[in-house]
């Protein structure tokens, strides 16, 4: 017994050390955005059921940036492949790619993703500004041209049209891709409706500062980041029926039987309104390959086209199903041209 | 005289007792009985509230609702140029679903001309319709041309409705299954073509998107490739580094030393593991990311430390005549030890082991940063292909936004609660078997 132990443990040390590992690396590897990740799993899916020839693409979650990080890890086996991604790539982000010898970086845009608000399915209807937002979840609000510590504590002292609850959201973290869209196409666009990036400079800020005060959001418990994916925050809703959630259009629409979705600027997000551009809180999403890796990673040239074909991200495919907007057919066809002729960052 | 003695004696109150607070004391100890008792109870309650949520959330789980149809393998369909002597890829991409659809069509009584009707029933088959299909047509070419019943599964959202978990009395455009849904599956539930069986596919199907085709096949293998890691690794490590500094280091400042940090590496948080784990064996060794090979090493870190701790005590406990005797009669101190301490000590060795192998098994957070916690469809060949972990596929499945994941993710649960249950009770009956006592 205790021979055969020690044989045997001996025999897997062997086996770790004599390069088992370093055959060809046949599968895609793929990490980053959790919005990213349904319909990167949906793809790969179908993409391993497509081609026989191909494995199934191994999709990690994580999160934008943890996922370009990893990305810029360098080229070779032991790094991925592919990274999803629910907003551009930074300029210091290509930097420290390019430092770390990941050269050409190709950019995908798969669609758009709306970004709602919505609170428990039995409370009232909602119409919400950013000016609403900015009002009630800033940390620091116009009053009377100045920027003092924002003093609502309910709803409907930001809007008197809002119910009489008590201000509690829950919105997605600093790590989330989320939550930059979250700050620019609301906070900030309310904070400069408002004069707050004025107010701002006359309390002697510079343009920067300004808008940095613009998206600090409230501290004081009553904006609550959420640092994990959507089920939590429908968990909160869940436990506190007069708070407000934020969640991605796909999510909202795959429990419309728990939420009631609020308005935008008087725009009911749906796929309709944000392909139009009428809905202002939407996003893109990306994912980007390492080009050194096409061509030595079997299947990823086909993976990324066969995501790119109308049958995928096509307004019919089953990503527009699960509940991302298509982009319009002129700019599809532009992402797959750029892909085919390699262009890179 | 002796009257007034005896009067005295009679009249006199006994000598008083002294209070030694006899009373206070017993109702002290009452009193701590019964916060025993509702420690115990409250710890009971909410182990009771836990169990009960995940196992009525979780036992629906193993049942999957699919219908018999009649297929019609049609080789107009399958292979409408007649090719696939030729070229085997053709029964690969098939359109297999077309067939599902035209046999529940055909069941239902729906004419295959009425073409808002036939969009209707789109969305009512799984897709993993095709796959199944796929599968018995490769499996058996012959099939084609002939009618055969095959139990397809249903789509997530009417296995949800199918088991009651769907509140059809909300307006319809708020839920996800359509009146016209309902009605087929009433009609095909009356007919009994419509039924839950039991779903096998929980434990054979990778991950998957559509929740009535993912399964934690991938998962289990995962976790098995993990487990025979750490136990090939940190049970003869974990052994070997305990017999030499219970048995023969010399008691110094240096092997202290040790000593305090194998205690204190039992207690770091299992995610610096996987930070170590990321720096040294991917980054710097260059080993593959996702790998379940990857995973034992870094579960076999974290196990180590509860082994040689469990081993070191099981040593101890062995009295030191064995010794001593042992050594009279002219052993070596090496045979002492494998002959006559080893076995004595086994079973003790043998429940730490268990013990941190069931701890290891339920881990997720150091295999987040070695990419573990991954989608992985395909089954793992070798240790060194993706794979993810158990626990893993729970917090996969807890995330997900479906609702049909909800029941998935419990009968996960509930399947690897299982699994530590069986462990920890061979624990405790190796422990009562062989256990000796001096």
């Not at chain 1, 940390?139 to 309910?154: C, E, I, Q, Y």
């Not at chain 1, 934020?246 to 939420?259: I, P, Q, S, T």
């Not at chain 2, 095709?130 to 599964?153: E, Y």
């Not at chain 2, 240790?383 to 917090?395: E, N, S």
Request: glycine share 8%; with cysteine; net charge neutral.
């Amino acid at each position: 017994m205790k021979k055969a132990l020690l044989t045997a443990s001996a025999a897997a040390f062997a086996l770790a050390a004599s390069a088992g590992y370093a055959a060809a690396r046949d599968q895609i590897q793929v990490a980053g955005s959790s919005t990213v990740l349904p319909y990167a799993k949906i793809v790969a899916e179908q993409f391993g059921e497509t081609f026989s020839n191909f494995k199934t693409p191994v999709v990690e979650s994580g999160g934008s940036g943890a996922g370009i990080k990893e990305f810029c890890k360098g080229v070779g086996e032991n790094t991925i492949d592919i990274a999803n991604s629910s907003r551009q790539i930074k300029k210091d982000e290509v930097k420290s790619c390019q430092d770390a010898g990941v050269k050409d970086i190709q950019e995908v845009k798969i669609g758009y993703d709306g970004i709602v608000f919505a609170t428990d399915v039995k409370g009232p209807d909602w119409a919400l500004t950013p000016e609403d937002v900015y009002k009630a979840l800033a940390a620091k609000v116009v009053v009377d041209g100045k920027l003092v510590d924002n003093p609502n504590t309910k709803w409907n002292q930001v809007n008197p049209k809002l119910p009489d609850w008590d201000i509690a959201a829950y919105i997605p973290g600093e790590k989330h891709g989320t939550r930059e869209v979250f700050e620019e196409k609301l906070l900030i666009a309310g904070c400069k409706k408002l004069g707050g990036v004025e107010a701002g400079k006359a309390g002697g800020l510079d343009d920067k500062a300004a808008e940095a005060a613009c998206k600090a959001v409230r501290k004081d418990g009553k904006a609550v980041d959420i640092d994990g994916d959507y089920t939590e925050t429908l968990a909160r809703i869940d436990s506190n029926k007069t708070g407000v959630g934020v969640f991605g259009l796909a999510f909202y629409e795959n429990n419309a039987d728990k939420l009631k979705v609020a308005t935008v600027s008087g725009i009911t997000p749906s796929t309709e309104t944000i392909a139009k551009g009428e809905y202002p809180v939407s996003r893109p999403l990306f994912f980007y390959v390492k080009k050194a890796h096409l061509g030595v990673v079997p299947g990823l040239k086909e993976y990324v086209d066969f995501f790119l074909d109308d049958q995928m991200v096509g307004p019919e495919g089953p990503l527009a199903e699960y509940g991302l907007v298509a982009a319009p057919e002129a700019e599809r066809k532009a992402q797959r041209e750029a892909f085919d002729s390699g262009k890179s960052l | 005289m002796t009257d007034v003695t005896m009067d005295t004696v009679a009249t006199a109150t006994p000598p008083a007792r002294r209070d030694i607070g006899l009373k206070r004391r017993y109702a002290a100890e009452r009193r701590f009985r019964l916060y025993g008792v509702l420690a115990i109870l409250v710890g009971l309650a909410f182990l009771v509230v836990m169990l009960l949520s995940i196992l009525t959330k979780g036992y629906t789980s193993f049942w999957q609702t699919t219908v018999s149809l009649p297929i019609t393998f049609d080789e107009k369909v399958i292979d409408p140029d007649n090719k696939r002597a030729t070229d085997p890829n053709v029964l690969i991409t098939a359109n297999y679903p077309a067939l599902a659809q035209k046999a529940l069509a055909e069941k239902l009584g729906i004419d295959a001309k009425n073409k808002p009707m036939m969009t209707r029933l789109k969305g009512f088959l799984s897709d993993g319709s095709r796959v199944q299909l796929r599968d018995v047509v490769v499996s058996d070419p012959a099939v084609i041309g002939t009618t055969r019943n095959v139990d397809i599964l249903v789509a997530a959202n009417l296995d949800s409705a199918f088991k009651g978990q769907i509140d059809l009395s909300v307006p319809e455009d708020r839920r996800k299954v359509s009146d016209q849904q309902v009605e087929w599956m009433n009609k095909l539930k009356a007919e009994g073509a419509m039924a839950e069986r039991f779903n096998t596919g929980l434990f054979t199907f990778g991950a998957s998107s559509r929740p009535e085709t993912s399964g934690l096949g991938v998962a289990i293998i995962g976790s098995f490739y993990m487990m025979v890691i750490v136990l090939l690794l940190a049970l003869p490590i974990g052994v070997a580094a305990s017999i030499y500094l219970e048995e023969f280091a010399k008691k110094s400042r240096f092997t202290d030393l040790i000593e305090v940090n194998i205690n204190n590496l039992a207690a770091v948080p299992s995610i610096v593991f996987g930070l170590l784990g990321l720096a040294v064996f991917v980054n710097f060794l260059g080993m593959p990311r996702s790998a379940s090979f990857v995973g034992g090493l870094v579960l076999t870190l974290m196990t180590l430390p509860t082994i040689i701790i469990a081993t070191r005590a099981a040593l101890a406990a062995v009295p030191p005549s064995i010794r001593s005797a042992a050594l009279g009669l002219g052993a070596s101190k090496m045979q002492m030890v494998f002959q006559h301490i080893l076995p004595l000590a086994a079973p003790g060795i043998l429940t730490g082991t268990i013990i941190g192998l069931a701890r290891a098994l339920g881990e997720t957070a150091p295999l987040l940063l070695i990419g573990m916690v991954a989608f992985v469809a395909n089954y793992p060949a070798t240790p060194f292909d993706p794979a993810t972990a158990l626990p893993v596929q729970i917090y996969m499945w807890a995330n997900e936004a479906e609702r049909a994941f909800v029941e998935r993710m419990s009968g996960a649960i509930i399947i690897l609660l299982v699994f530590l249950m069986a462990m920890n009770i061979t624990a405790i009956v190796l422990r009562r078997r062989f256990e000796r006592r001096w």
